[in-house]
């Protein structure tokens, strides 16, 4: 089995217990986590039985101690983390929400390590040594222009090794301010597009497609949780227009009823029949997955990322339907379990693919 490769920054979550607002609960006890979507991939691919290796800077001091131990105890190569005395771990805060008030995100990332660090202080050839797959985002390149470039030639040395390379758009409009001459949509998509002249395999949702590429998928509200499922694939096929290199185009599918409840499905197209397969479904109908008691849904696309790349690596399960039906099991278990990571097996995820879904009781 060769490995899956992830290029991207992990931090530090912090998060008040119990639904409590920052207000709430500071000052007072908070409980700090790593997550990132680039690491939550690579300990997904882990966890549920492939091989990984994570690619970061992180700096020289006892919180990278803690991470990197955490990140080997899953079962993630880190050989390849590079340790700085410049800079510090990035830090981001959540407030999870309820019913109809929603889940907040604040980003405290500047002048991290990894913001830092540029495409020439990373080793590549050793990072994709034995490797068969790189995956990348759109958060990273927002962070800094220095970013942007190592994540561009990460791409590029990825496809001259060979390897297929995924990216998950993940437009976070907060993050592209580095260059003050652009709106951050101008700037997300102009590196965007640079990025995905290598990219073979990539997902991203409604506003992704929106916001980065200028895509619109018809008839389709996420504020009001609205969803023209249909126009999904001509949203696709406008990707693939325009990108010819990407063969599997995947767009997450979320309805969000309020905060406890979404609605979570995926369109996956297939370039090279020119078909859509949309998941899960019920005697042949599109039917997502009800999820009415979320527990934490951060993290939630990075698990379908990474249920996708180990299910198009395994050959038995590498067929477009059968990849993305596992991808997107892999994904509804996530939001059971707090935190980013997704600690689901690939047992648990071939279970709800064959219908147990009513969580009774194990023994």
Known sequence: MKTVVTFGEIMGRVMPPNYE???????????????????NVAVSVAMLGGRSRFVTALPDNELTCACLTTLKGLGVDTEQILQKDAGRLGLYFTETGSNQRPSRVIYDRAHSTFSLTGSKEYDWKNSFKDACWLHVTGISPALSKVVAEAVIDAVKYAKKAGLTVSCDLNFRKNLWRWDALKSPKQLAGEVM???LTGVDVL???EEDASDVLGIHPGDTDVCQGKLDVEKYTDVARQIVAEFSNVSIAATTLRQSVSANHNNW?????DAKTQKSHFVPTHNGVYQPYPITDIVDRVGGGDSFAA?????LTTPELSEPKTAVSFAVASSCLAHSIHGDFNYSTRKEVETLMAGQGRGRIVR
């Open 21 to 39: 607002k920052f207000r709430q609960a500071l000052p007072g006890n908070v409980k700090m986590i790593f997550a990132g979507a680039e690491a």
């Open 307 to 311: 249920g996708l790349i180990y299910a």
């Open 203 to 205: 997902i991203a949702n």
């Open 265 to 269: 499905g995926v369109m996956l197209y």
């Open 193 to 195: 597009r640079q990025v």
